[in-house]
């Protein structure tokens, strides 16, 4: 149980085309889901935290109009983002929280990796 | 400040010596810590969560126990395919359950 699959699983473009990543939570309903970027040997950086029906929200430093973020059903969440640049190059990871006893414990999707050219 | 710590940044052992990851933490409010295994090039994979000072977890050669200022995940004689990078992450239990994560431990275990 507790499956996230993400697609694509890699992802190559040119610069300034928009691409979009989505996550889904296969056996069951994900009322907040999150995304997060990873460079190579570093930890995960949250991007933002999106829940079904509402905007999303975005950490400091991230660029909501450069990453959109629709989370338009409990099993699914796509990251759009726009016109892509060299620097944007890296590991996208989703997650969907389900909420075990007392913690929400967040499982995750295998990644996407995007090279911008 | 929320901060999550994680020592030593990597750690290279030989297959069947055992040993211990360390994740300190300094935050406003626990509600949950996690340990989650990640191999290059893909998603963390879930291997606990423990909520209070005193719990403890094992699965398989993985044992995480908590106190109230770190959490500590112990490798009884691992294998080389223990060789991962294993992060720790706390959700704090304020406002919109935030969750932080650690740096990483790398493992490597040769056989």
């Known amino acids: 149980g507790a499956v996230v699959s993400q697609h694509p699983s890699r992802v190559i473009c040119k610069s300034g085309t928009s691409v979009k990543i989505e996550c889904r939570s296969l056996?069951?309903?994900?009322?907040?889901m999150f995304w997060y970027r990873q460079f190579p040997k570093q930890s995960l950086m949250l991007m933002a935290t999106?829940?079904?029906?509402?905007?999303?929200?975005?950490e400091q430093g991230v660029e909501k109009d450069k990453f959109l973020i629709n989370h338009a059903s409990l099993t699914l969440s796509t990251l759009t983002v726009t016109s892509a640049h060299p620097e944007d190059s890296s590991f996208y990871i989703c997650?969907?929280?389900?909420?075990?006893?007392?913690?929400?414990?967040?499982?995750f999707g295998p990644g996407t990796r995007l090279t911008v050219l | 400040e929320d901060q999550v710590t994680q020592s030593p940044e990597a750690l290279r052992l030989q297959e069947g010596e055992s040993s211990s990851l360390n994740c300190s933490y300094t935050?406003?409010?626990?509600?949950?810590l996690f340990w989650y295994r990640q191999d290059p090039g893909k998603g963390p994979e879930f291997l606990f969560t423990?909520?209070?000072a005193g719990e403890e977890k094992e699965k398989e050669r993985l044992k995480a126990t908590l106190t109230k200022k770190e959490s500590f995940l112990h490798i009884t004689a691992p294998k080389p395919e223990d060789s991962a990078t294993y992060l720790c992450?706390?959700?704090?239990?304020?406002?919109?359950?935030?969750?932080?994560f650690g740096a990483g431990t790398r493992l490597f275990v040769k056989a």
């Open positions: 056996d069951f309903q994900a009322t907040t």
């Open positions: 999106s829940n079904e029906g509402s905007k999303a929200t975005y």
């Open positions: 997650s969907a929280s389900l909420p075990s006893g007392l913690q929400d414990t967040q499982y």
């Open positions: 992450a706390v959700q704090l239990n304020t406002g919109g359950f935030k969750t932080i």
């Open positions: 935050v406003s409010g626990l509600r949950g």
């Open positions: 423990l909520y209070s």
